[in-house]
């Protein structure tokens, strides 16, 4: 309940704080009566407006530099993971070609024993 009631009354002091100007940075040229003062006003917004845009799109434009160049180093590192993985298989191929080799010439000599251990039947 107390928990409600704060979460309230910090909801309520936030909505009357954004009523007094919803844009901060932007004056309410409304109540001005001189049609000079309001166009003073609203040249003043213009201004104002024009410059978080140029901000913004400065900004924007080095994230976009800094995410360029990241891009750029990661295709470089599976560029050299492409390398590493085809050296490795190229290593498995040559010892797996020797493993057959060593398997090739180990069954000959497995069937030699083989032959020798059978007890020769006899003669009739």
Do not use: F
Request: charged share 25%.
């Amino acid at each position: 309940m107390i928990r409600t009631l704060m979460l309230v009354a910090m909801l309520t002091g936030l909505a009357a704080s954004a009523r007094a100007q919803d844009v901060q940075g932007i004056e309410l040229c409304t109540p001005e009566t001189s049609m000079d003062r309001r166009t003073g006003c609203l040249q003043s917004n213009i201004g104002y407006l024009q410059s978080v845009i140029a901000k913004n799109a400065a900004e924007a434009r080095q994230k976009l530099a800094a995410a360029a160049g990241e891009i750029g180093a990661l295709k470089g590192e599976v560029a050299a993971l492409k390398g590493d993985v085809a050296a490795l298989k190229a290593a498995l191929a040559t010892v797996q070609a020797h493993l057959d080799k060593l398997e090739a010439a180990a069954k000959p000599a497995a069937k030699s024993d083989t032959k020798s251990d059978k007890p020769t039947p006899p003669a009739k």
